[in-house]
Each structure stands twice: as C-alpha cells, then as structure tokens.
C-alpha cells in the first residue's frame, strides 16, 4: 500500500506565502513524476505543477514565477512553495505521484487527499 499525505495548507491574506508539503510512504520501490493539481468549488482540477525524479519542472501559466515544485527524492516529499497569493488560488490542493510499488515492475499513480488553501483578500 501507498500513500500520499498532504499538509501545510490554512488560510492566508492576499499577497502572502504558503507551504505545502507531501510525503509518500508504504511499499516504495521508485517514484518518477510528482506534481500538484488544485480544484476549486464547482471547477475541474486543474494542473499546478509536476516536477520529474531528475527534478525537472513544468507549471501552468497561471502559476509561473510565483509558485516554485521542488522534491527531496531521499524522504519521497514534494513540495509546493506558493508566494504572491491571490484569492483565485483558493482551492484544495491535491498531491500525485507515479510510484512504482517494491517488487512490483509497473508504475501506477496515487493522489492523496488534499489540503485546503484560502486565500481573503
């Protein structure tokens, strides 16, 4: 068993910085790509952004220069710095990971279970 835990989310004002984290944990034998995906009321979820295991980033527009993804590949945790925040980065923040379980040849991707971010303006 695999599993994705969240935290760090809370409620800040407008313009200010959170840090989420999420940590893997269980059966592991490799992940590759870890990423965050966020999902506002009544919207669909949306890619934040993904980071490779040779620590290569991408991000949705919406997020360049004020998010930053990075990862610590020795404790299975991805990270997600956000700065700047505005009150349309309200959401629940889902982390993904694509984890290749111990004995197991195949990789499958788990979601953990969300941490929220309110944003008052």
């Known amino acids: 068993q695999v599993q994705l835990v969240e935290s760090g989310g809370g409620l800040v004002q407008s313009g200010g910085s959170l840090r989420l984290s999420c940590a893997a944990s269980?059966?592991?034998?490799?992940?590759?790509?870890m990423g965050w995906y966020r999902q506002a009321p009544d919207k669909q979820r949306e890619l934040v952004a993904t980071?490779?295991?040779?620590?290569?980033?991408a991000y949705a527009d919406s997020m360049k220069g004020r998010f930053t993804i990075s990862r610590d590949n020795a404790k299975n945790t991805v990270y997600l710095q956000m700065n700047s925040l505005k009150p349309e980065d309200t959401a629940v923040y889902y982390c993904?990971?694509?984890?290749?379980?111990?004995?197991?040849?195949?990789?499958?991707?788990?979601w953990g279970q969300g941490t929220q971010v309110t944003v008052s303006s």
């Open positions: 993904r990971a694509n984890v290749r379980r111990a004995f197991s040849a195949t990789y499958n991707i788990y």
């Open positions: 269980g059966s592991i034998g490799s992940i590759n790509a």
């Open positions: 980071i490779s295991d040779g620590g290569s980033t």
